[in-house]
């Protein structure tokens, strides 16, 4: 899987392109003349490889490298290299090529170490500004890391120490992107903490499928049930294929299914069976998916589908009701994130949204339960509070951040990712 995703025709002509790079730099512009020193260029080509294409071609660019190095000794270019050839050739071109290859891999690691710092800790500090609930849910594959499990220990022993209104909850993607051995190893790991854990779990039939072929017939929420990965129960994103026995199991564990209506019609992937979880007595939750499948990223729209994909779906008008699209969207998200809101009760966080009940959405007012699952929308919205804090007041954010310059940075990123993507 890991192999397939790196091997395109533009991974291997941008490397092609590195290695060529490397080569002509170590010939004519290994040692470029700077006052009193010398600098070497070639190490550009190979950190650029590594950061860009992983350790791997890190590794590879580093080792033809350290090819080139011994070529242009044997060729006369070096003398001091030569002399040690002439002395130990096979020791000589063997630490040639581990120098180069492990110089090569650590950027690589290196850089891909700082980043999943950077970005658990850049997420903590905008919500941090903003004073809101962050729940980071541990999301990481087989394949985004030397040690995910790690990664996994170090973020839930640092976020879960900082504040009631902060969780880490230590999971991983999906069944078809971790190897057994990692999933086995999340699954102690929260038996041991007394922590639920969270994946991605029977979003499309395509996923289920494979699962059952790979695993001697079990689905994934089967698979994952014999490897212990919820004891302690957790939350499950998507559950569009689960089955009746997939949903007595999740029951069984206190899994909360947490629902992504809008991105799950974007992809294709299905509808969930929102009406069997609810008749079993579960409590699933809302979620949005992210915004590469969900442009809108709306909790008003995910309630109107929570709510009105079960009634086409089950050809009943009157299945699932916009109370209980309501209260999965409020009570039963903080709870299967183990905070304390949803509702306004002593003892509960002040979150809260201050709604707009003149607008024409709102009128008239005979349900407002259901004028906000069937007719609102986010321009309904007036205030929103985190915390006890006003983040937003009619068209003004307080939350630590001008949001023109949250705009023009997501403008600049946006056009980083279509010239990466066009590579």
């Known amino acids: 899987m890991k192999s397939s995703r790196f091997f395109t025709s533009r991974n291997i002509a941008f490397l092609a392109v590195l290695l060529a790079l490397v080569i002509v730099l170590q010939i004519w512009a290994s040692a470029i003349p700077l006052g009193a020193t010398r600098i070497s260029l070639t190490l550009i080509p190979i950190?650029?490889?590594?950061?860009?294409l992983g350790p791997a071609a890190g590794a590879f660019l580093g080792a033809a490298f350290g090819v080139v190095v011994v070529v242009v000794a044997v060729a006369g270019g070096d003398p001091f290299t030569l002399t040690l050839l002439?002395?130990?050739p096979a020791l000589t071109v063997l630490l040639c090529l581990v120098n180069g290859a492990a110089a090569g891999a650590a950027a690589g690691l290196l850089f891909k170490l700082g980043r999943k710092k950077n970005e658990s800790a850049a997420v903590f500090a905008a919500a941090n500004r903003a004073n809101l609930c962050l729940a980071l849910c541990g999301s990481l594959n087989s394949y985004d890391c030397d040690d995910v499990l790690a990664d996994i220990a170090r973020n839930y022993d640092k976020y879960n120490t900082m504040s009631d209104r902060v969780r880490y909850i230590p999971g991983l993607h999906a069944e078809y992107t971790c190897e057994e051995k990692l999933l086995e190893e999340v699954a102690d790991f929260a038996i041991e903490r007394g922590a639920p854990t969270c994946i991605h779990l029977s979003e499309t039939l395509k996923e289920v499928g494979d699962c059952t072929v790979r695993h001697g017939g079990l689905t994934p929420p089967q698979y994952l049930h014999k490897l212990g990965f919820f004891e302690n129960g957790g939350i499950a994103a998507h559950c569009v294929y689960a089955d009746k026995d997939d949903l007595d199991l999740l029951h069984q564990y206190g899994v909360v299914p947490v629902i992504n209506s809008a991105s799950n019609l974007k992809l294709a992937s299905g509808i969930p069976p929102v009406s069997a979880m609810l008749r079993r007595g579960m409590a699933p939750a809302l979620g949005t998916?992210?915004?590469?499948?969900n442009n809108a990223a709306s909790m008003f729209r995910e309630m109107y589908l929570f709510s009105c994909l079960q009634k086409q779906a089950m050809k009943d008008a009157a299945a699932v009701s916009a109370e209980q699209a309501l209260c999965a969207a409020t009570e039963n998200g903080y709870k299967a994130?183990?905070?304390?809101?949803?509702?306004l009760k002593k003892g509960n966080f002040?979150?809260?949204?201050?709604?707009?009940?003149?607008?024409?959405?709102?009128?008239?007012?005979?349900?407002?339960?259901?004028?906000i699952v069937y007719s609102a929308d986010t321009s309904c919205v007036l205030m929103t509070m985190a915390?006890?804090?006003?983040?937003?007041?009619?068209?003004?954010?307080h939350i630590g951040e001008d949001i023109s310059v949250i705009y023009a940075e997501c403008e600049k990123r946006q056009k980083r990712?279509?010239?990466?993507a066009l590579r």
């Open 350 to 371: 002040a979150d809260m949204v201050l709604l707009d009940l003149s607008a024409p959405s709102m009128r008239p007012q005979a349900d407002i339960g259901k004028n």
């Open 47 to 52: 950190v650029l490889g590594a950061v860009l």
């Open 387 to 397: 915390g006890g804090r006003i983040v937003y007041d009619r068209g003004s954010y």
């Open 417 to 420: 990712l279509l010239r990466e």
């Open 337 to 343: 994130l183990g905070f304390r809101g949803g509702s």
């Open 289 to 293: 998916d992210g915004t590469a499948s």
């Open 86 to 88: 002439s002395d130990h």
